[in-house]
Structures are given as C-alpha cells and as structure tokens.
C-alpha cells in the first residue's frame, strides 16, 4: 500500500455547499438558513458571551475587587541612554519630546530612568525621575526639574470678580 493509492472513506469527502443556485441545489429558496429570525439575515452575528437569551455566566457570578486600570497614571519613559539622540544645550521637555517624534502626542507626562549612562550635561524637565537618574545627570553637571501634577494639568479656568462679595 502506498499513499496514492489510499481511497478516502465514505463521506469523508463533501461537497460544497453551493447557496443561491436555485431549487435544484436542494439549498433553494432560503439557502439553507431556514424560514424568519435573525441567523436568516445577513449581517447576524452574536456577540460572545450570548446565551440565546439566558442570563449569561457572566452576569450570575459575583463580581469583587477592585480595578485601578481605568483610574491609573501613564507615564512615557525616558531613558538616560535615550538622550545622546539629543543636544544638550536644549532643555528636554515634554513639547521637545513630541516636537523630535519621542513619543507620542497624547503623552501626558514622562518618567525619567536610570537605564544607561552620560557625561554630557542636559537640562530636563519631566513629571517624574528615579533618583539613580538624577544623581547620574547631576553627576555629569545637568539638572533635572520635577515638574508638579498642576503644572502638567490643564490649568484651572480663573474665577469671575462678580463672584466675589
């Protein structure tokens, strides 16, 4: 016996399934998808988790803990290895870091790391620094600014003087 000359089993083989081709096909007038009801539509999907309309497993088990995915602070990070791609006689902000393709527009704030090492003196201004990479920058004689959540934020519109009694 060798593989060319193995016949499939019966049925294993089946033909396909050739909708919109009429009464003959035996798929006619509805193709197969049966009289009314969404799965006869086109477009019908169903979503996971769907039950046919039974209360779905996720909505019976008890939901606990706490998430702090939504409510959490991003921050870009900047690493000291990073900074040789820039002068040094520019100070490093977050605008120069958009301005250079750095990082991305909707960055809020940059986290200075101490990955890598320098001995040219920056000046930067970031949200946030570990203290290996201040003392490393400080150590090359550059100076590395904190800037304060308020700074980073919107500011606050000003309140109006007739508000005042």
């Known amino acids: 016996m060798e593989l060319h000359t193995i016949a499939n089993s019966n049925g294993a083989n089946r033909r396909k399934k050739r909708v919109g081709s009429g009464e003959g096909s035996g ?3 509805t193709c197969g998808r049966g009289q009314k009801g969404a799965k006869s539509r086109s477009g019908y999907s169903v979503r996971p ?7 779905p497993l996720y909505l019976k088990l008890p939901h606990r803990g706490f998430s702090n995915y939504k409510h959490r602070t991003n921050y ?3 690493s000291i290895r990073d900074l040789s ?4 006689k520019v100070t490093i902000t977050r605008e120069y870091l958009i301005e250079k393709g750095f990082i991305a527009k909707s960055v809020k704030r940059v986290k200075l790391l101490a990955n890598g090492e320098t001995d040219k003196a920056y000046t930067i201004e970031v949200a946030k620094a ?3 990479a201040i003392a490393k920058i400080e150590k090359a004689g550059g100076k590395v600014t904190l ?3 308020k700074t980073e934020a919107e500011p606050e519109p000003e309140k ?3 508000e005042e009694k």
Do not use: I, T
């Not at 988790?49 to 209360?55: H, L, S, V």
């Not at 791609?85 to 040094?88: A, G, L, P, T, V």
């Open 27 to 29: 798929l006619g007038k």
């Open 49 to 55: 988790g769907f039950e046919g309309g039974q209360m």
């Open 76 to 78: 870009a990070e900047l």
């Open 85 to 88: 791609k820039f002068d040094e």
């Open 130 to 132: 570990s203290a290996g």
């Open 147 to 149: 800037l304060s959540e």
């Open 160 to 162: 109006a003087e007739s």
